[in-house]
């Protein structure tokens, strides 16, 4: 076990993607409420850094690009951050390429928790364990206690670059995320339903969203063409501004993507729409008023039932 002394060097592997990430906040907050004395890094992807600098539980963000591994001036620059004195090195990615970062980079002094073959704390009997529950073991055993992530940190950090929006101060505003990757575009829900969706809430006074990159601009055209007084923030959010306008959300809807997780994880009454292909046992979205609807195939969930279920999260039929 670690000793709870200012020497502790603790380094966090986790490069996301952003549902990824968002299922290690409660495992970054548990790994800091035990070792509060502890120098904490995480060790991330590019995108994620300016996000991650702005958490409360590191001391410090690095970079790793997963640069192809015949670029060896970042690879170097990675194996210099790996051999660096840690107290323990905590892999929450859990993939091929940090058990290559063990195999060839760690000195062998240094803990390692993951699940890299010969390593000093190795993960056991993750058969049935969705990612959130794996990165809170992993944190306990680096002396973690374990915690649900307080995120007033995300609501109250202000970057100057915050869009004014108008909102109704009685009915509040939704936000709809229609789109996902693109790799698999058989975990949209139709853009037309959320255009559906999107009139509904209209006519009820509610100011309503739409989010994405530019990967869902064709989405986001669908749903604007059937519901024009939806307000386009396509490609006008950072993570920051996107957690924010979370924060205040009356109500969330969209697909099995990364910011659906974040907007659960604020808090926001949040609806995640599912095919197939998502497993709700491992990666429903985790909040205090998030649920989820899945159907076979994703276009078999229905409006009507999309709008009860969004509904009723925030305890009302609002009529």
Not at 140 to 145: L, V, Y
Not at 172 to 181: D, E, H, I, N, Q
């Amino acid at each position: 076990m670690l000793e709870d002394t200012t020497k502790d060097k603790i380094l966090v592997i986790k490069h996301g993607a952003l549902g990824d990430i968002v299922q290690g906040l409660d495992a970054f907050a548990s790994l800091r409420a035990g070792n509060p004395q502890a120098c904490i890094t995480l060790m991330t992807s590019p995108g994620f850094v300016p996000f991650a600098k702005i958490m409360p539980w590191f001391d410090d963000v690095i970079t790793d690009p997963r640069a192809s591994l015949i670029n060896f001036v970042a690879i170097l620059r990675v194996r210099h951050h790996l051999r660096r004195d840690w107290s323990v090195i905590v892999d929450m990615q859990c993939s091929r390429r940090t058990r290559w970062y063990f195999s060839h980079f760690r000195l062998p002094s240094t803990r390692w928790i993951g699940t890299a073959p010969g390593c000093s704390d190795p993960l056991l009997n993750l058969s049935g364990v969705d990612n959130r529950h794996r990165m809170i073991k992993a944190a306990k055993m680096a002396n973690g206690i374990e915690q649900l992530a307080d995120m007033g940190w995300l609501a109250e950090h202000k970057d100057g670059s915050e869009h004014d929006r108008q909102v109704d101060p009685i009915h509040g505003y939704a936000v709809l995320v229609p789109g996902c990757s693109l790799a698999k575009p058989q975990k949209r829900w139709p853009a037309n339903y959320f255009a559906a969706v999107g009139n509904d809430l209209l006519a009820r006074g509610v100011t309503v969203y739409v989010v994405g990159t530019a990967e869902d601009r064709r989405a986001i055209d669908c749903v604007l063409a059937d519901a024009p007084d939806i307000i386009d923030l396509c490609g006008k959010t950072n993570l920051s501004e996107l957690g924010r306008l979370f924060c205040g959300a009356s109500y969330v809807i969209g697909n099995d993507t990364g910011p659906v997780f974040l907007a659960a994880k604020t808090g926001a009454p949040t609806l995640m729409m599912m095919g197939p292909e998502t497993d709700p046992a491992m990666s429903a979205p985790n909040g205090i008023a998030a649920s989820w609807l899945r159907a076979n195939p994703i276009s078999g969930i229905t409006v009507p039932a999309a709008l009860a279920s969004l509904y009723n999260l925030c305890g009302s039929t609002k009529s």
